[in-house]
Structures are given as structure tokens and as C-alpha cells.
């Protein structure tokens, strides 16, 4: 019995966002898996958690160093982080920012450092410059805004507050763990009928407190991955115009590649766009014969 590709038709898209976030990869994921279900499914690099929230497994461990992505969905999972108080608090939080603008996003951003709130992580998550998520060397929260005083419309908070229903809905009534884990620690957990995806951060970008990756971490993921006791896929970048991951060809070789295309835009015309790339390395089942990278 397959559980897996689940016909994803539409997307749902979490309230919180990261740097490598797979939103626009969900689907070739998901129709690229092939599990049962009858275990857990195991994220040891969720991030946004967009994945995990699409394929939706009856039973997941939900894995991530940064404590306050850990946080945010616990919160949502206890019930009280919710579409009222969501609401609730972007109002209040976008009324001041209106009014006080980029003095009010630093005051909460101190207020986040000092005290780690949650709903704090969401607004600042919401109104920073560009998205992003990014943590200075001491784990604290370093981006500045994103220099929008208006940014919660209407709309706009009724866009997160739906988000954030949507998720809880999902959550609701599946037996999901989130843990603060190294993504070592997480895999130790593996058993036999499970699945585990990988997402690791890309090798050398996107550096600081939650997320140090380096070539030797890159490759001691390899081989973690290989000795597995389950069923694995992970996400990586393969290639583009200019270079090829070199680490895929190197360290994955014993796995099946799947390939996707997609466009982003270096500049503001339709013309200027460049493809990335992206694989999908899959453990090749038992007895069947190895494919070459
Ligand atoms: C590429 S992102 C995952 C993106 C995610 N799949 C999504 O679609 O949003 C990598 C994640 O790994 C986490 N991370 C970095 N180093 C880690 C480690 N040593 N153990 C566990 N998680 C780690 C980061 O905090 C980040 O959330």
C-alpha cells in the first residue's frame, strides 16, 4: 500500500517563512515518494515547515534546531496560537508599527531578543526586510525592517490569520512532535517503516547561530542517510548556468536523482530570468538495481 504521492492540488502555505523555503517544491516532492505511511514521518531540517504541513503524515517527528520555529508550531499545536489571537495581536502590533514605524519594529525586536514571544517571532517574521530569517552569533534576531509601516493591512493580517488556521487544522488530530534537535540526534530515532526527508542548508550560505553548514557536515549527512533503516529523500540544489553541486555527484551517487526545473527572476523583466536546477535524491529500495547520479 502506497500512502504517498498524496494528490496535492492546492498549496498551503505556512505563516512563517525561511531561506530556502519549498513551497514551489512540494508537489514534485510529494509525487516522487513512495511510502507506505504506516511509521513516522521524520523532518530533522523542517523550517517552515511547508512539507510536512502538504504530505501530511498520520504521524511525524517535526525537527529543527531553531527554537523559536520549535516554539511557534508547539504553540499552535497547544491551541494558543490560534486564528483569534492572531488576529488579536497583529492588529494591535500593525496599528503601533503605523504609527511608530521603524522605532517600533526595533523595540520589538529587542522585546523578541530579550524574551523570545512567539507571536513577537511572527510580526517579526511578517514585517522584516525581505522574509528572511537570519540570527547573529549570540542567536540573536539581526534583520532589519523591511521598511513597510503599513504592512498590516486588512488583508494582509487576514492572509497570516488564515494561514495559521490552516495549519492548526492540519495539526489538529495527527500525532506530530515538534522537537528542538540537532538533526543527528533526530536520526537516531529512525526505524524501520519510517520516512525520513532532508533538507539541509545549502553548504556555506546562509550562516549564523541556527544554522552552520559546512562541507564536513554536508558529507557526515551522507553518510548518516546511508545507514538509515528506512526510506530517505533530500532536498538539494543541483545545478545551474554556471556551476554544478559537486557534493551530489560525490556523496549521493548510491541514491536515485529526480530533477526539477524552476525560474527566478534576476531582474525586473520577463527576459532576465535564470533556471535552477533542483534534486530529489531518493534511497534506492532494497534489491533493486543502483542508478547512477
Ligand atoms: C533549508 S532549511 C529547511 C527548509 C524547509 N524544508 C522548508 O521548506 O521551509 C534548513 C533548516 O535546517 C535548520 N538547521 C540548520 N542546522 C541544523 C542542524 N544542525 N540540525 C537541525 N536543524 C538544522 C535551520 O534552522 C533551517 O530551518
Excluded at 505556512?14 to 516522487?32: A, D, E, R
Excluded at 517600533?104 to 517579526?124: C, Q, T, V
Excluded at 537516531?188 to 519510517?194: E, H, N, R
Excluded at 557536515?217 to 559537486?246: F, G, H
Amino acid at each position: 500500500m502506497s500512502f504517498l504521492p498524496r494528490n496535492i492540488i492546492k498549496i498551503d502555505v505556512p505563516p512563517i517563512k525561511c531561506q530556502g523555503i519549498k513551497t514551489k517544491l512540494v508537489k514534485f516532492i510529494s509525487q516522487n515518494i513512495q511510502w507506505t505511511g504506516e511509521g513516522k514521518w521524520i523532518e530533522p531540517f523542517l523550517g517552515s515547515g511547508v512539507v510536512a504541513f502538504n504530505i501530511r503524515p498520520e504521524r511525524a517527528l517535526l525537527a529543527d534546531t531553531n527554537k523559536h520555529i520549535i516554539s511557534f508550531y508547539r504553540g499552535i499545536q497547544c491551541g494558543d496560537i490560534n486564528k483569534h489571537t492572531v488576529r488579536q495581536v497583529l492588529e494591535v502590533m500593525g496599528a503601533q508599527l503605523s504609527k511608530g514605524g521603524v522605532d517600533y519594529y526595533y523595540e520589538i525586536r529587542k522585546r523578541f531578543n530579550e524574551s523570545a514571544s512567539p507571536f513577537d517571532f511572527l510580526f517579526l517574521n511578517r514585517s522584516c526586510f525581505n522574509g528572511l530569517m537570519r540570527f547573529n552569533g549570540k542567536g540573536k534576531f539581526n534583520v532589519p525592517f523591511g521598511h513597510k509601516p503599513q504592512r498590516f493591512s486588512k488583508a494582509y493580517i487576514t492572509k497570516i490569520v488564515n494561514q495559521v488556521n490552516a495549519i492548526a487544522e492540519i495539526i489538529k488530530g495527527r500525532d506530530w512532535e515538534f522537537v528542538v534537535s540537532d538533526w543527528e540526534e533526530t536520526l537516531t530515532l529512525a526505524q524501520f517503516g519510517d520516512f525520513v526527508y532532508l533538507d539541509p542548508p545549502y553548504i556555506g550560505r546562509h550562516a549564523d547561530y541556527f544554522n552552520t553548514w559546512d562541507n564536513d557536515d554536508a558529507i557526515k549527512l551522507s553518510e548518516v542517510a546511508a545507514a538509515l533503516p528506512c526510506e530517505y529523500a533530500l532536498s538539494m540544489w543541483l545545478e545551474n548556468q554556471y556551476r554544478r553541486n559537486t557534493h551530489v555527484d560525490e556523496h549521493w551517487q548510491d541514491t536515485k536523482l529526480v530533477t526539477f526545473d524552476h525560474f527566478y527572476h534576476i531582474g525586473s523583466t520577463e527576459s532576465l530570468r535564470n533556471s535552477i536546477t533542483e534534486a530529489l535524491l531518493l534511497k534506492i529500495p532494497m534489491g533493486s538495481k543502483v542508478e547512477a547520479v
